[in-house]
């Protein structure tokens, strides 16, 4: 795996322990935390469709094997992505459920 898919990986890895490790060791009450917890969580996915955007923007037909390499990482980094928008989307429905 290229360095930018690699590190792309522990960005969104990252992300994801951070945000579950602050649920679990939360030092607020439960509807603060959910409020700022989907505070960010809208924020990282502002980021990610920001990346997404740059991404295809950027997408040209690729001309050699270089190009080709660089055209798959670019793919597999806008597909892991797009895992982690429905993942936020997901938990961002859980936070509204739960403080309904």
Same mark, same amino acid.
């Given at each position: ?43 990282? +996915? !502002?980021?990610?469709?920001? *990346? @997404? /955007? #740059? ?5 040209? $037909? ?15 980094? +806008? !597909?892991?992505?797009?895992? *982690? @928008? /429905? #993942? ?5 429905? $859980? ?6």
């Amino acid at each position: 795996m290229s360095r930018i898919g690699r590190d792309l990986t522990f960005l969104l890895t990252g992300i994801a322990a951070g945000s579950l490790f602050g649920l679990l060791y939360a030092p607020d009450k439960g509807k603060i935390t959910r409020d700022r917890l989907s505070f960010r969580l809208s924020k990282y +996915r !502002e980021q990610i469709n920001l *990346l @997404l /955007e #740059d991404l295809g923007s950027k997408s040209e $037909q690729p001309e050699n094997s270089s190009k080709n390499e660089g055209q798959r990482v670019v793919n597999d980094a +806008r !597909e892991k992505a797009e895992r *982690l @928008l /429905e #993942d936020v989307d997901r938990l961002m429905a $859980q936070i509204k459920q739960q403080n309904t």
